[in-house]
């Protein structure tokens, strides 16, 4: 199954929360799990990825937290901040070395000050 | 930082017409893509492209739609006959490899309008 479901649609968090975003996939030929961050009128920027050996990585405030035997990983986004607003999709890099990615549907994320 | 250029920002065009979505990708980059986003969903792969011809393609990209590149520099998306439902965001996308850790870098769209 070429899928990624991903959860919630939205999410709203004070300043300085945790946000938390959940994906699941079933496939298990995917090799690759880049999460990306898209603000309106612009393209999807690549913000953290992890490949499935690894549980957990870390890049400043953002954590991806990998389950393998459960096929989810989740993005987390520390101390959140006003300029985190944006839409967040996780993707898997599809199996077959064409380099397709298959995204999730977003989460659109707000963050009050 | 190098930049995935795309052109249009925004295209606007009347059912039926072809419409011809032009980008430039990264220099050095040799796998190139095409996504689409419909407003408020989630991004799609469309196709991958490399060594001159399509490595892969998704059942959205019909006989409608094809992909070329011309000189050494663009890659363009060209759609047919163009319906109301095409009406989208177009993202082209590149890398030096097909691996997302590859520079895997994606434009900043082209917001088709079909009227």
């Known amino acids: 199954q070429q899928q990624v479901k991903q959860s919630p649609q939205s999410l709203i968090v004070q300043k300085g929360g945790i946000s938390i975003i959940n994906c699941a996939y079933e496939?298990?030929?995917?090799?690759?799990f880049p999460w990306y961050q898209q603000f309106p009128g612009k393209g999807p920027a690549l913000l953290i990825a992890?490949?499935?050996?690894?549980s957990e990585k870390k890049e400043g405030r953002f954590t991806i937290s990998f389950n393998k035997s459960a096929k989810q990983f989740s993005l987390h986004i520390m101390d959140s901040q006003p300029g985190d607003s944006a839409t967040y999709f996780c993707?898997?890099?599809?199996?077959?070395?064409?380099?397709?990615?298959?995204f999730g549907q977003g989460t659109t994320l707000q963050v009050k000050p | 930082e190098p930049e995935v250029t795309q052109t249009p920002s925004h295209q606007v065009t009347q059912m039926g017409q072809e419409v011809i979505l032009r980008c430039v990708p990264i220099?050095?980059?040799?796998?190139f893509y095409w996504y689409r986003q419909i407003l408020g969903q989630k991004v799609e792969f469309l196709v991958s492209?490399?060594?001159?011809?399509?490595?892969?393609k998704s059942e959205i990209f019909d006989d409608q739609f094809s992909v070329e590149r011309p000189d050494g520099s663009n890659f363009t998306l060209k759609i047919r006959s163009t319906k109301l439902e095409d009406s989208a965001m177009y993202f082209c996308?590149?890398?030096?490899?097909?691996?997302?850790?590859?520079?895997?870098?994606f434009g900043s769209g082209t917001r088709l309008t079909v009227v």
């Open positions: 220099s050095n980059h040799l796998y």
């Open positions: 492209f490399y060594n001159n011809e399509i490595s892969e």
């Open positions: 496939n298990t030929a995917f090799d690759y």
């Open positions: 996308a590149s890398s030096e490899r097909d691996r997302v850790d590859y520079g895997y870098t």
């Open positions: 992890i490949r499935p050996d690894v």
């Open positions: 993707a898997a890099l599809g199996s077959g070395n064409t380099g397709k990615l298959i």
